[in-house]
């Protein structure tokens, strides 16, 4: 259901926090170094001069350079490449917050705060203790509280947007697309476990440990597996042994369908029964041992279940589909001001495409009905 819950801001908080908790096993956080902190170290290098500024707000270029700085870090991890226009797309919804917060009220306040708090917590759980959290933080130069206050300006500034724009989504609207999309509302068959990992590679530098040293792991892991089998607590040996971060506090528990582990360990929980204890599981981050809670076939999710993601969904796409016109008139009546050259270059080649994108898109074409969306 992911593509229900798409947000309209993504940029600001992406780049920081997503992709560490993908393995299920290890920390993503950098070796420590000489630049620990590194928009700070470009902040010294270069200085904080204020890139864009309008009536009421200004913007440094620190702002810019943690996004930039942790997205390249996530690209780099996937071994990938940003787009060309990522900075100027940062920049521009760096711009588009601070405009809405202009907007705001009382009641957006209120409401981006609620969501700012969900946000937080759901991330927290990927990280599985705040320890863990704050050394991804500091990787890109951010502190526990400068990512709450950041996070509830963007929460704040898409509740003033939604309320601006007066966008709204009827229950039949969440029925037909219910209806007319049951693909999209299968939920795949999935086992519930608990997983019990010692780790075969450093959780920092992701560098595997020495043969010696996988050795013990592995006269380790073969008597935690018998004392399991004679019917030791298996929360207890968790709780008490394993190297997982994203898993230990919970038990070792994992809820996953087909494609979210990697093979060896999907396979082997799959493969077992109820209650059933499994052999010592090996993947590239180590020594795992599952014990199956339960499966669950699959199934077609009820429409009650996914309504509000879909209620959401919707009122996203509408958003999307107003808010251009709406932002670009805040930037004139604000007065907004790019004082580096370069990125104003960016921004204002970004827009165009954008804009002639945008027109591609609501040109009628082979037949389509005009204004068709696009699937999520």
């Known amino acids: 259901m992911n593509k229900f819950t798409r947000p309209f801001f993504s940029l600001a908080l992406t780049g920081l926090l997503l992709g560490t908790a ?7 956080t950098p070796a420590g170094g000489t630049n620990d902190n590194p928009t700070d170290a470009m902040t010294a290098l270069f200085g904080d001069p204020v890139i864009a500024k309008g009536n009421g707000f200004e913007i440094k270029r620190s702002a810019l350079d943690q996004i930039m700085v942790g997205a390249k870090g996530q690209a780099a991890a996937a071994n990938q490449q940003l787009p060309a226009d990522f900075e100027a797309r940062a920049l521009n919804q760096l711009i588009t917050i601070q405009l809405l917060l202009q907007t705001a009220n009382d009641a957006d306040r209120a409401a981006g705060q609620k969501d700012a708090d969900l946000q937080y917590t759901n ?5 599985g203790s705040e320890e863990a959290f704050e050394r991804q933080l500091k990787a890109v130069g951010m502190t526990m509280d400068e990512l709450r206050a950041k996070a509830l300006q963007e929460a704040t500034a898409k509740a003033a947007l939604k309320r601006d724009l007066n966008v709204a989504v009827t229950d039949d609207e969440v029925q037909k697309l219910y209806t007319d999309r049951p693909a999209d509302f299968e939920e795949p068959e999935k086992a519930h476990v608990q997983h019990l990992l010692l780790m075969t590679i450093d959780p920092t530098t992701q560098s595997p440990l020495s043969a010696d040293q996988v050795a013990a ?13 004679a019917g030791e607590n298996f929360t207890n040996l968790v709780e008490q042994y394993s190297e997982d971060p994203g898993s230990k506090s919970t038990g070792g528990e994992y809820n996953f369908s087909r494609g979210q582990m990697v093979p060896e360990f999907e396979a082997a929980a799959f493969s077992l029964t109820n209650g059933e204890i499994s052999d010592v599981v090996i993947t590239k981050y180590g020594f795992h041992i599952i014990r199956l809670l339960g499966k669950s076939p ?9 309504s509000d993601d879909i209620r959401n969904y919707l009122i996203q796409q509408k ?3 107003l808010a251009p016109t ?16 370069d990125l104003k270059a960016k921004l204002d080649a970004a827009e165009a495409s954008a804009a ?13 009905p005009t204004g068709a969306g696009t699937p999520p």
């Open 22 to 28: 993908a393995s299920h096993a290890t920390s993503a």
């Open 123 to 127: 991330i927290l759980k990927h990280f």
């Open 217 to 229: 792991k592995r006269k380790q892991i073969d008597a935690l597996l018998v004392r399991a089998r």
């Open 298 to 306: 699959a199934k077609k999710v009820e429409l009650a279940t996914v």
């Open 319 to 321: 958003i999307s589909k």
């Open 326 to 341: 709406y932002i670009t008139k805040l930037k004139q009546d604000s007065g907004l001001v790019i004082e580096d050259a």
């Open 356 to 368: 002639a994108a945008a027109a591609a898109d609501t040109a009628p074409a082979g037949g389509a």
